[in-house]
Structure formats: C-alpha cells, structure tokens
C-alpha cells in the first residue's frame, strides 16, 4: 500500500493504557488499512476530555476495558451519548460472553479478543475502510 493514506482515509481514536499493544496496533492499522489513528488515551478521564473538546467526530474509536484509570466501559457509554456515528469497537483480553453481552449492551458496534481475533478486527477495519458495512457478512 502506498505510504500516502487518501483524503477519505478512515479515522480512528485509540482509548489503550498498554504502551507495547498501543504502539503494535497503531503501527499494523495504518500499514494494513488505509485508516488513520487520530490519538489515543490510556485513562477514563484522557477519553472523556477527548470526545469532549474534538470538534471534528472520528470514524472508529477502538476501546480496552481495563485502563490505567476508570474503565472503558464508561468510555463506551459516553461514546454512545457523544459520538454516535462513530464506529465503537472494544478490543479486550476479558471479551467473555457475559462482557461482550454487556459491551453490546453498551452501544458496542464489536467486541474483539486481543489475543485471538486481531485479524478479525482487522478485516473488520478494512471493510470499514473500503466504505463496506462490516456486520452485513457477520452473523
């Protein structure tokens, strides 16, 4: 892909207390998809203040729900309130049954394991990207 992302490239909003993942993610999103990650912010607070003072909304906002402060959950719910064009992902190491119930619950688009379904977000991104609707193939 070339290094020049398109003006309609996608844009997304990281909400990742992890440094290592944070950095992984943000490096593998752009290489893989023509996206653009906006920021991030490792806490609740960081988040919340974001989405309050952007004034331009972003396409993805892909949140963890354990943080370094607060939880992702209510970043998630806030997003919903806030930001409800925006695409809410949660990506987690807890994506249980029960925690994905909840998320969706939440206003949760999807709900990613990062250990097992990165490609799927991924591809998930990708269609995003390419203007496809994602949960028409999911099922």
């Excluded at 993942?21 to 752009?30: D, K, P, S």
């Excluded at 970043?75 to 987690?92: D, E």
Aim: proline share 3%.
């Amino acid at each position: 892909m070339d290094s020049q992302l398109s003006a309609s490239a996608l844009t997304c909003f990281l909400v990742e207390d992890n440094d290592v993942i944070r950095e992984n993610l943000v490096a593998t999103l752009e290489e893989m998809v023509d996206l653009r990650v906006l920021g991030h912010a490792v806490d609740e607070d960081g988040a919340l203040s974001w989405m309050s003072e952007e004034s331009s909304p972003c396409d993805l906002l892909i949140i963890d729900i354990f943080l370094s402060q607060g939880t992702g959950l209510n970043v998630l719910q806030a997003a919903t309130a806030r930001m409800p064009s925006a695409r809410r992902i949660i990506l987690s190491n807890y994506a249980t049954p029960d925690m994905r119930q909840r998320c969706m619950a939440l206003g949760a688009h999807r709900v990613f394991d990062k250990s097992a379904e990165l490609e799927d977000l991924l591809a998930y991104c990708q269609c995003l990207a390419e203007r496809q609707d994602p949960d028409a193939a999911a099922s």
